[in-house]
């Protein structure tokens, strides 16, 4: 049996509700029966002070409650003080929010691919809405932007902060808490204030944009565009489809999990790790297998089993069709120069040839 060897050498991977017109009740309270002690307290207070959104007629906000699409055009309309067509009769009551909004280009029809505007509104639409209201970039007829460039920049401008563990949930509704929220952030970057923006959140959108979160956790830009194939030989395939990078300092970091099922080592508290996303697919009974070397320390593979010769991880054995999982490394803080440079200038080696993965310049 013949048997593979693919060398990664040390320059590896050092390498936002409102209501509709009979849902909320005007009211001089600027305090709800529900609010004390919500995470969106001052945020709900700041908006009512406002004057863009309103309790209900119980005295409750209702800070859970989700928020349509019609509803959350109404209060970015309302919050940067479009000016409103005049209403007719007949019409649905936000029709002259949503003509506003279209007018500024802040909302475009073709925005929602299904359901209506009465349908509930997601994170990533509302990010979409959020963008444009602060961008006059994206208010320019014709400028458009997919969908994962959008969670990134919504993320990048402090816009969006992540749920849980840095979660981007695009798909997810949004609350009149979370609406609210939104829009005070809009109210101020369109002040020219900066917001702050949640690291882990914005390296999830990263990765999901470029398959790295290198530029966000190191500030390095990516050279190469992800994901990467090379043909090993003529029968064996390796696509590496993320790159992920986080710091043993970071305790809370969620990337910890990749390493759940994998060999631990006591001494790489500091370190930086490197979780390589790898496919291989086989057209043959062939053995392959990585090989690190250079001060990088393989950490492990998820779902395979490391040999007890901690520097290679079989990767496969007679297998044929396709393998995939994370290939983690690690590189001590403490390095020598080498070291150092190989993070600055990451880069893979595959079959004799270097890869330049990211670069400071």
């Not at 002690?37 to 863009?52: C, L, M, P, R, S």
């Not at 979370?178 to 917001?195: A, D, F, M, P, Y």
């Not at 001590?332 to 270097?354: F, H, V």
């Amino acid at each position: 049996m013949k048997r593979l060897r693919t060398t990664f050498t040390a320059a590896l991977i050092a390498a936002a509700l409102l209501g509709t017109s009979n849902a909320f009740i005007p009211t001089a309270k600027a305090s709800f029966n529900d609010v004390a002690g919500h995470w969106a307290e001052a945020a709900i207070n700041a908006a009512v002070t406002n004057g863009y959104v309103d309790g209900y007629e119980d005295g409750s906000f209702k800070p859970e409650q989700n928020v349509s699409r019609a509803e959350f055009i109404k209060l970015v309309v309302s919050a940067v003080k479009l000016s409103l067509p005049e209403a007719k009769d007949g019409e649905d009551w936000y029709t002259p929010y949503v003509t506003a909004a279209k007018e500024k280009n802040i909302y475009h029809t073709e925005d929602f691919t299904s359901g209506d505007l009465n349908t509930q509104i997601s994170r990533l639409e509302m990010s979409l809405i959020s963008l444009r209201a602060t961008r006059e970039d994206m208010q320019k007829e014709g400028v458009l932007m997919d969908n994962d460039s959008v969670m990134f920049n919504a993320t990048k401008t402090g816009l969006i902060q992540g749920l849980s563990r840095g979660e981007l949930g695009p798909d997810k509704p949004t609350t009149r808490a979370q609406s609210v929220t939104i829009i005070e952030r809009i109210l101020k970057l369109n002040k020219g204030e900066t917001l702050p923006v949640d690291k882990t959140a914005l390296g999830n959108a990263e990765i999901a944009l470029r398959g790295t979160n290198f530029e966000t956790a190191y500030g390095l830009r990516q050279a190469v565009t992800l994901p990467i194939e090379h043909d090993l030989n003529k029968d064996i395939k390796m696509k590496i489809k993320e790159i992920i990078f986080f710091d043993s300092s970071d305790k809370d970091s969620p990337y910890w999990d990749l390493l759940a099922n994998s060999e631990r080592q006591d001494n790489l508290d500091n370190s930086y790790y490197f979780a390589y996303k790898i496919e291989f697919t086989t057209e043959s009974e062939r053995d392959y297998n990585l090989r690190v070397k250079d001060n990088f320390q393989m950490v492990g593979w998820l779902s395979v089993t490391s040999d007890s010769s901690r520097g290679v991880s079989v990767i496969g054995s007679n297998l044929v069709g396709s393998r995939e999982g994370y290939v983690i490394f690690s590189l001590t803080k403490n390095g020598t120069e080498y070291q150092r440079t190989a993070l600055r200038n990451s880069a893979y080696t595959i079959n004799q040839k270097d890869v330049l993965l990211f670069s400071n310049e």
